[in-house]
């Protein structure tokens, strides 16, 4: 392997999907060696700027970014807005010059007053169920689409659909780890993009994927990127 990320536009094809059309979920988290899913508190704790390249790649080739309302809150997210020549090389390549945003929240327990609705480049979508509060609904439908995905709960499978339904095939989830963990129970995980952070944290950090169901997905080796001591492991559903 070698000991550094190939150039950006060989770094896109390594990642890059060719049936564009077809819905899949790709799903993508950072980790340390012992397998804790952040580092006080946060998973940009364990990342370096070369991780942030291959997230910024996912980032450019997606057509949706999805990530849990609790992830929002706790990772700072802000209005998303890829640089301008990534936009302009989604634009050449037939994508929309920026990937939209889905957020997942059965409780709409968001402020539409945060940045991830006031600076975004394009209108959110929020993910949520038929049972969520009317009075937030209300309150976020100013800034944001609010989609219903099941009755009383939010369901992976609709939530997959209703994008697709809106020419979003291609999601990229972002966490956190209770989304990827519904994404697993309800076998909606396409691909997983992992990056190992050369660090051993121990105490009480939690795993990438947690939930209340347990489920065996297998899955198959794409590739292994090698930056530093850092690894960046593509994996992909093994075909039956």
């Not at 770094?11 to 790709?26: M, N, Q, T």
């Not at 997230?55 to 929002?72: E, P, Q, S």
């Not at 999601?171 to 997983?192: M, S, T, W």
């Not at 169901?213 to 794409?222: F, I, K, S, Y």
Request: hydrophobic share 45%; glycine share 10%.
């Amino acid at each position: 392997m070698r000991a550094e990320l190939p150039p950006r536009a060989e770094l896109i094809e390594d990642y890059r999907v060719a049936a564009r059309s077809v819905p899949r979920v790709r799903v993508n988290f950072i980790a340390s060696l012992d397998g804790a899913a952040t580092h006080e508190g946060l998973s940009g704790g364990l990342n370096n700027a070369d991780d942030k390249m291959v997230f910024d790649t996912l980032r450019l080739l997606t057509d949706v970014i999805l990530v849990g309302a609790g992830t929002v809150r706790a990772e700072g997210y802000g209005g998303i807005l890829l640089p301008a020549d990534d936009a302009a090389w989604r634009v050449q390549a037939g994508l929309a010059a920026q990937p939209r945003v889905a957020i997942v929240s059965g409780r709409l327990d968001l402020d539409p007053g945060h940045p991830v609705f006031t600076d975004a480049a394009t209108r959110p979508i929020v993910l949520t169920h038929a049972a969520a509060p009317t009075d937030r609904r209300m309150a976020l439908a100013s800034r944001a689409e609010v989609v219903d995905c099941g009755e009383d709960a939010v369901d992976p499978r609709r939530m997959v659909a209703e994008l697709a339904r809106r020419g979003l095939p291609q999601i990229l989830c972002e966490g956190g780890p209770h989304l990827f963990g519904d994404l697993v129970a309800a076998d909606r995980v396409d691909e997983l993009c992992l990056s190992l952070a050369p660090v051993l944290e121990g105490g009480s950090a939690g795993r990438i994927a947690v939930g209340a169901t347990a489920a065996t997905r297998a899955m198959e080796l794409v590739h292994v990127l090698r930056a530093g001591d850092m690894l960046f492991l593509r994996y992909a559903r093994r075909q039956s």
